[in-house]
């Protein structure tokens, strides 16, 4: 895991003018030391510093006069004069350079809080190990025997929880950020209509009063999409009243009623919208069974999404393709998500409709049914379709075609390919961990941490999220899912290894 974890927060010595910056020399190895660079980058708006994880390599490019042993016994900032501070003094200097740490800065200069701030310094500069043992989730780089041995999973735990307290402000307010941020989306979204590509493509925001609490809270906005004649994906019973409103006001041509796949937001107006547009649905044979009958959602989902009314003839099976009213579109097989999920693509426009068979680069509370090696299968066959747009099923557009106007929490300014190669990367790391994870025999526990190692930025930041993501639907979607979600096999239960770990083997 090391090398995410480092790669994370690694900056390269001979960047452009980084010899006008502090220049920050850390042990990427440590979880404190890791941590405080995490506050560091926070309290650094206007980049005054540039941290730099200690290696052979990185100390000769940065100054001649710097030793390894003595850089990883304590903390070196070289100043901008090419001045060495040490230690405490290093602290103290770097806490200057910010307007709400200055003070700290200042005063530690002079007795007696030099003084103690270096007789604190030193007491965790040199126990840093002993409560670090695990060397702060980069365990995997550094001599693997050495840390089996040292290791126990109670110093995994110490350094881990220690990790997490250390950045607890930090996760906190991530986490407000992100709320005030889903708020904005919400409210600039609400009952919106998008129509781009002149008019080929139509992003309607479903809302409706409980399901107004999944963007809230979770940033998923609900969407009914109409692409060239065909409705896809139009929403649960809840949203119904909302996709109405929108009918009447746009009165679009729609030709066919096709959903992505069998989850309730997707496929709870198929019967309704067909019967009020005349429109014949289309469904996977797959999806066409799991609707009939649909079965009996979890309480919490029922409440807030709606469960969907099962689907009614006549319907008609998907085949490889499906006409719009100016084309053809490909009808593609894409399982992962869940296993009925398909994905329709407009070879002419370079236009994918992913529904949500892509849900963002880094995605960590998946639910229940998602099966991440059949994912990444699928995703591996998109990245061989020639994509300008990538319209995801929950409201998000990527794309860097100028046709498509700056919408922001909605349009993503990013070439979709390089979207899912990240996912790609990300999936094939998270595989790997939870590989080596078994392998070792860890409880699912300490593997599920491990995926989350808080050097990658993305662990922390949306740690507050997702853990209100679990709480709120009591478990069925969350960062345990997202272990077990790499060791689903075909036949639904789970091997019974895991069974035994995730029932009381911890
Ligand atoms: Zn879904």
């Not at 307010?173 to 904005?184: C, D, E, M, P």
């Not at 300014?413 to 899912?420: A, Q, T």
């Not at 209100?468 to 096999?489: A, D, Q, Y």
Request: with cysteine; glycine share 6%; proline share 6%.
């Amino acid at each position: 895991m090391g090398e995410y974890a480092v790669e994370d927060m690694a900056e390269k010595p001979d960047e452009k003018h980084s010899t006008a910056k502090y220049r920050v020399l850390y042990d990427g190895q440590c979880e404190i030391c890791q941590s405080c660079v995490a506050w560091l980058r926070t309290l650094d708006h206007e980049n005054k510093t540039i941290c730099l994880p200690i290696s052979t390599e990185v100390l000769s490019m940065v100054d001649s006069r710097l030793r390894m042993d003595e850089c990883l016994r304590q903390l070196h900032v070289l100043t901008p004069e090419d001045e060495i501070h040490v230690g405490w003094d290093a602290v103290a200097s770097l806490a200057r350079l910010f307007p709400s740490t200055w003070l700290i800065g200042v005063l530690g200069r002079r007795f007696p809080f030099r003084n103690a701030g270096r007789l604190l310094y030193g007491f965790v500069a040199t126990n840093r190990y002993s409560l670090s043992k695990c060397r702060g989730g980069a365990c995997r780089v550094a001599k693997p025997e050495t840390v089996r041995r040292q290791a126990r999973l109670g110093a995994f735990w110490s350094c881990y929880t220690m990790g997490f307290f250390i950045r607890l402000p930090l996760v906190l307010w991530a986490g407000i950020k992100a709320a005030i941020q889903r708020t904005s989306i919400f409210a600039r979204t609400y009952h919106q209509r998008l129509d781009l590509l002149n008019g080929k493509l139509t992003i309607l925001f479903l809302n409706g009063v409980l399901p107004n609490t999944v963007p809230l809270l979770f940033g998923e906005l609900f969407t009914a999409i109409i692409y060239d004649g065909i409705a896809i994906d139009p929403g649960s019973p809840k949203m119904r009243r909302s996709l109405a409103q929108h009918l009447r006001r746009v009165k679009p041509k729609i030709t066919k009623v096709v959903a992505t796949h069998a989850h309730e937001e997707h496929v709870g107006n198929l019967n309704w919208l067909s019967e009020v547009s005349g429109a014949p649905i289309y469904v996977s044979e797959m999806t066409a069974r799991f609707l009939t009958p649909f079965k009996k959602l979890p309480w919490v989902r029922a409440t807030i999404i709606g469960q969907p009314p099962d689907l009614k003839q006549p319907f008609h099976l998907l085949g490889e393709t499906i006409d719009g009213d100016s084309g053809r579109l490909e009808v593609i097989a894409t399982p992962g998500h869940c296993d009925d999920h398909v994905v329709l693509y407009d070879p002419k426009e370079k236009v994918l409709l992913a529904g949500d068979a892509f849900m963002g680069s880094y995605f960590a509370t998946p639910n229940p049914d998602v099966d991440s090696r059949k994912w990444l299968v699928s995703l591996e066959r998109l990245m061989e379709l020639d994509i300008e747009i990538l319209v995801e099923g929950h409201g998000h557009i990527h794309t860097l075609r100028a046709d498509v106007p700056d919408v922001p929490g909605v349009v993503i300014r990013e070439n979709p390919k390089v979207g899912i190669s990240q996912k790609l990367d990300y999936l094939r790391w998270l595989r790997e961990q939870i590989e080596a994870g078994f392998q070792e025999q860890l409880p699912v526990r300490v593997i599920e941490a491990s995926c989350f190692p808080w050097g990658r930025r993305t662990s922390w930041e949306s740690c507050a999220s997702d853990e209100c993501i679990r709480l709120l639907s009591l478990g069925h979607f969350s960062r345990t899912e997202l272990v077990r979600s790499f060791v689903r096999t075909n036949s639904d239960p789970l091997p019974t290894v895991y069974e035994i770990r995730l029932s009381g083997g911890e």
